[in-house]
């Protein structure tokens, strides 16, 4: 298996409920990321899971909430989201900082 | 000044030209990464370079370190290639820790007409 898998594909969700994309690799990278991306601009770095301990956080609001169960999942738990928040989410993951990215097909969220 | 630079921003050929994407950086990188992207999709890992030059089918992307600066080439384009490219360069900082961080470009948008 060598892929990034994300679920939902999308999703379209109000500013009061609470969703959670997920994200799923089976290729035993040890390092996962959530990217947002709006259209037309590169990918932003949200959060970096480094053997399952949040080691960047990129100043992201709390509304978005990461978490690592085990090795080959990553989560991001969505709450009272704002209508800008609507973007692509991405995920990737990576076996080390030599190593190259494999990126999801991400989540396209709509916040409405 | 973006610490990655891509040129052009945008780029329309016919279908069987050459076309060629530049990328220059200005951070310290361990490797640099081709990106295709899309429209609406998710992102596909081209290649990942730290040195010289690498193939895969009608796609070539070459680095050179010392200029910090990077290509990728397209042989002959079809309108299937149309996609935003990307260039994304991996920095490790100088504090150290285990992992880098990708620093991207703001991508070439390619449109290749039949």
């Known amino acids: 298996d060598t892929e990034v898998t994300q679920t939902p594909k999308h999703l379209v969700m109000g500013m009061t409920n609470k969703k959670s994309l997920k994200c799923e690799q089976h290729?035993?990278?040890?390092?996962m990321y959530w990217y947002k991306q709006k259209a037309k601009k590169p990918p932003e770095l949200m959060f970096v899971y480094s053997y399952e301990k949040l080691s960047i956080n990129e100043s992201v609001p709390s509304r978005f909430s990461p978490e690592c169960p085990n090795s080959s999942l990553l989560n991001l738990h969505l709450h009272a989201l704002q209508p800008e928040d609507s973007a692509l989410y991405l995920c990737?993951?990576?076996?080390?900082?030599?190593?190259?990215?494999?990126f999801g097909s991400g989540t396209r969220l709509t916040v409405v | 000044k973006n610490e990655v630079e891509q040129s052009p921003q945008n780029l329309t050929a016919q279908e069987g030209e050459f076309i060629t994407i530049n990328c220059s950086y200005s951070?310290?990188?361990?490797?640099l990464h081709w990106l295709q992207q899309h429209p609406g999709g998710g992102i596909v890992s081209l290649f990942m370079l730290s040195s010289g030059k690498k193939k895969h089918g009608r796609l070539i992307a070459t680095i050179n370190i010392q200029e910090k600066h990077s290509s990728l080439h397209i042989t002959a384009s079809h309108p299937r290639d149309s996609a935003v490219y990307i260039c994304?360069?991996?920095?490790?900082?100088?504090?150290?820790?285990?992992?880098?961080?990708?620093?991207f470009g703001k991508g070439t948008k390619l449109s290749v007409k039949p």
């Open positions: 290729m035993g990278h040890r390092a």
């Open positions: 994304a360069v991996l920095h490790v900082p100088n504090y150290g820790g285990s992992q880098g961080n990708l620093i």
């Open positions: 951070v310290g990188i361990s490797a």
């Open positions: 990737a993951s990576s076996r080390g900082i030599f190593y190259g990215y494999t």
